[in-house]
């Protein structure tokens, strides 16, 4: 009786420590939310599966400090991985080189995105040219081809809006991408904002503002070409600007209307009600609400028939195929669209009538980002290394 009441014991103890082992090796699931990892001077660093989120309030120069101390590890880390190992020694790049296009980007930024990156030099333990080169890890390889696509009304059965895109760059930046960190200001003056970039990257290349406008970029090079201009503030910035100073769409309007861009870009924006794309180039730009009302899809050529511009199968990024294949995907789930199926469209790969490139070429899909910018929530993918992860900016903006 005593052996087998031993028996039983040790399977219900077996039982209990695999059972416990099962939960610890599940992934984090999105209901479990954000967890704090460490604050500094009323800035704080959370984590939502491997994805690094701050927090950040005050001046700018103070939310600088804070993103220095919390990530201070992670920007030493880059520096070294990218700027000393990969770019210097790899690509041979030369320091004073990329110090020289570094600069080239930082000189014209407005004085309070200076601050934040002087801010994250008292505390980071990078002095503040080696911010400035990290900061400009983008402009030192070339641009690659990204996708983006929203829907609304019908496509989502009148559901909140939603928007979605991949962000594909070259070979080593897939790596670089394991240091995407989502960064919300709460400045003491203008609109809380977050935008998802590299570690040490202060401007926006995908973002979203409390009052709910999102913003994306796109390269324009497959129509706007290689035209640029060295004295204008970077079209980069003046997006970080515009996610800081404007709280809807047209306000936002009023900016493209007033500001010319250094290189030949698209930008998706949405608001909780619809979808607009610009086509911008450095001498003009069009604005379309996408070929059919309720959907719009943009990847790297300008679509707008009053341009005049007609693309062959050949473009480069295979911008025409990815564009047609999103099209088709909206179109096959027209009132069905959901952050659940538009997970599914963005990890449709292009072989199988998607838009993300395959794993292993030499242009890979780095990242992707789903925004639903009515309820203030975001999702997260790095592809071989984060599967989708959620956020709740809501949370952390204040006003």
Not at 59 to 79: D, F, I, T, V
Not at 191 to 209: E, H, Q, R, S
Not at 220 to 247: F, H, K, M, Q
Not at 354 to 367: E, H, K, L
Request: hydrophobic share 40%; charged share 20%.
């Amino acid at each position: 009786m005593h052996a087998m009441l031993n028996r039983v014991l040790i399977l219900l103890f077996i039982l209990l420590i695999s059972a416990t082992n099962c939960l610890y090796a599940q992934p984090i699931p999105e209901s479990a939310g954000i967890r704090l990892i460490s604050s500094f001077e009323g800035g704080k660093h959370y984590r939502s599966g491997k994805f690094n989120i701050l927090a950040l309030h005050g001046s700018y120069h103070q939310m600088g400090r804070q993103y220095g101390y919390l990530l201070s590890g992670e920007l030493k880390s880059l520096y070294q991985n990218a700027v000393v190992e990969y770019f210097q020694k790899d690509k041979g790049l030369s320091a004073d080189a990329m110090k020289k296009t570094a600069t080239s980007l930082y000189q014209f930024y407005p004085q309070r995105f200076k601050d934040i990156i002087t801010g994250m030099a008292e505390t980071s333990g990078l002095s503040l040219d080696e911010h400035i080169t990290l900061n400009a890890i983008e402009v030192y390889g070339s641009m690659s081809g990204c996708s983006g696509i929203i829907a609304w009304g019908d496509y989502t059965n009148n559901k909140p809006l939603i928007a979605g895109r991949n962000y594909d760059w070259f070979d080593k930046y897939v790596e670089f991408a394991q240091t995407l960190t989502v960064t919300v200001f709460n400045p003491d003056s203008g609109i809380p904002n977050a935008i998802i970039t590299f570690t040490g990257v202060i401007y926006a290349t995908t973002g979203l503002n409390a009052e709910g406008i999102y913003l994306q970029l796109n390269n324009g090079l497959s129509s706007g070409g290689t035209l640029s201009y060295s004295n204008r503030v970077p079209a980069i910035v003046s997006l970080l600007a515009s996610l800081n100073d404007y709280g809807s769409m047209d306000q936002l309007d009023a900016f493209f209307n007033t500001t010319r861009t250094d290189f030949a870009f698209i930008i998706n924006a949405a608001d909780k009600s619809r979808g607009i794309s610009y086509e911008w180039a450095p001498f003009e730009h069009r604005r379309r609400s996408g070929e059919t009302e309720g959907l719009l899809v943009a990847t790297n050529h300008f679509t707008d028939p009053s341009w005049g511009i007609v693309l062959h199968d050949n473009a480069g990024f295979e911008t025409v195929r990815r564009q047609e294949n999103l099209l088709a995907l909206g179109h096959k789930n027209k009132g069905k669209i959901n952050v659940k199926i538009m997970k599914e469209i963005l990890d449709t790969p292009m072989n199988d009538g998607g838009a993300t490139w395959p794993i292993g070429g030499s242009i890979r899909t780095a990242y992707q980002i789903i925004a639903v910018p009515d309820s203030l929530q975001i999702w997260l993918k790095v592809p071989g290394f984060q599967d989708w992860t959620g956020v709740e900016l809501k949370s952390l903006f204040r006003k």
